[in-house]
């Protein structure tokens, strides 16, 4: 948590007569003279954009307690209607929401901490030879700097270094997503200008992920898609729901094949056997890390018909259906890991063609950070069933060809389908915490 007044100034220009009234629309300018540099953990801290007065109730005509001058951080407590609860200076009142501005140290997704799953050492470069700096106990969390192959770069008590990205998981807590509402029907935009190309019209009330600020824009997630609004039609979001945790949510997993189908079939590697094991370990993580309720369309190894993988997602209710598969191919060169997600042809029928790309794109990303050793052939758009014609945001997960001797490895061993499964996982959940 910093407790440093923000490092961007404000400059607010801002007709001192309507401050009292607090229902009046104020046309106001902001400028920003840097850009938010700032992340930190915990965003329920505002800032006042002009002198403001502290009332004992949410109504104009509610005693004034005292005058707040500009640019001081308040203390959120709580929303009703426009006004804010805070407090400040050991006063606690309510102050007209439209003049105070969520301090520039917020909390974003874009960081990202790790947690150690042994004693983990932190060394100087990206090698099992580089210089050990010190060695980090299990189970502390480190901040994400970058990927190197299969090390991490991380900042842990100080030091800056190189970890093997297998002894981390993603951690579970502490980091809430920020999140505004739109106040009007709002532009989203490809940069953060007022000529930028128009994405989408983003309708008044909908709740958008803040991502960055950019001068007087945030770049903001929406339905899928990222881009740039101006934050002036933005208001914090009420609710203080915890995003780092699944609660509440379902995620669907299906084993691809079973039973009389074994899928594809390499000596005596068998997909279905394959998938199944990675669907379990997957189920482990989204419901032990994540928090996420999961429903398996198979747990043994039994026949489903694709038609009985999508109805089971709609029966259990899923917010998002993943499904398990493993590749093959007659020519044995073929290999490495893709997702596939819905056309836009006339064959899909799932309305979450956009959602189901942001739901694969994430996974991918993760298995392309986590299993380097395995070539990403990236994001497949295809005509198949239980993504088309499913009915939530979809994607099938191709670990591997089990006909490639390099993909075949990875696929036989525990501990990289492990990996397979924690990095879907996380996918996963980077998915759900910016689309829902
Ligand atoms: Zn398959």
Do not use: C
Not at 225 to 246: D, M, P
């Amino acid at each position: 948590m910093n407790t440093k007044k923000p490092s961007w100034p404000i400059k607010l220009i801002i007709s001192s007569s309507l401050v009292l009234t607090g229902t009046a629309v104020v046309p106001f300018t902001l400028s920003s003279t840097g850009i938010d540099t700032n992340r930190v953990e915990a965003a329920s801290t505002y800032t006042t954009t002009a002198n403001l007065n502290l009332r004992k109730s949410a109504s104009t005509s509610g005693t004034i307690l005292m005058t707040i001058p500009s640019g001081k951080a308040v203390t959120y407590l709580g929303t009703h209607g426009s006004w804010y609860k805070i407090s400040y200076s050991g006063k606690t009142g309510y102050v007209s929401s439209q003049y105070v501005k969520v301090s520039s140290t917020m909390t974003t997704s874009s960081t990202k901490t790790y947690t150690t799953t042994v004693n983990l050492n932190l060394r100087k470069s990206a090698s099992a030879t580089g210089t050990i700096l010190m060695t980090i106990p299990s189970g502390r969390n480190v901040t994400y700097l970058g990927t190197y192959g299969s090390w991490y770069k991380v900042s842990y008590g100080g030091q800056t270094g190189y970890v093997s990205s297998q002894y981390l998981k993603a951690t579970t807590t502490t980091t809430a997503t920020k999140t505004y509402s739109t106040t009007v029907n709002l532009n989203l935009r490809k940069s953060a200008s007022s000529t930028g190309t128009i994405l989408l019209t983003i309708p008044a009330g909908r709740t958008v992920t803040y991502l960055g600020t950019y001068g007087s824009w945030y770049k903001v997630s929406y339905g899928g898609q990222t881009g740039y609004v101006s934050s002036q039609y933005l208001k914090a979001t009420t609710t203080t729901t915890n995003t780092s945790t699944g609660s509440g949510r379902t995620i669907v997993i299906d084993a691809g094949h079973g039973g009389n189908d074994p899928g594809a079939v390499y000596g005596s590697v068998q997909e279905k056997v394959l998938t199944l094991d990675i669907a379990n370990r997957l189920a482990s993580s989204l419901s032990g890390t994540y928090n996420y309720n999961v429903k398996m369309t198979r747990s043994t190894d039994t026949y489903l018909t694709l038609a009985n993988r999508v109805s089971l997602t709609k029966t259990y209710k899923g917010s998002a259906f993943v499904s398990i598969h493993a590749n093959s191919s007659t020519n044995t060169s073929f290999h490495g890991h893709e997702v596939l997600v819905p056309t836009t042809e006339s064959y899909t029928t799932n309305p979450y063609i956009s959602a189901s790309r942001s739901l694969g794109t994430a996974i991918n990303r993760e298995l392309g950070a986590r299993i380097p050793t395995i070539r990403n052939r990236g994001v497949k758009y295809q005509n198949v069933y239980v993504v088309g014609k499913n009915s939530v945001p979809s994607t099938i997960v191709e670990y591997g060809f089990i006909t490639n001797a390099n993909d075949r490895s990875h696929l036989t061993s525990t501990t990289y389908r492990q990996r397979m499964a924690e990095a879907t996982a996380s996918g996963i959940h980077q998915f759900m915490r910016s689309n829902y």
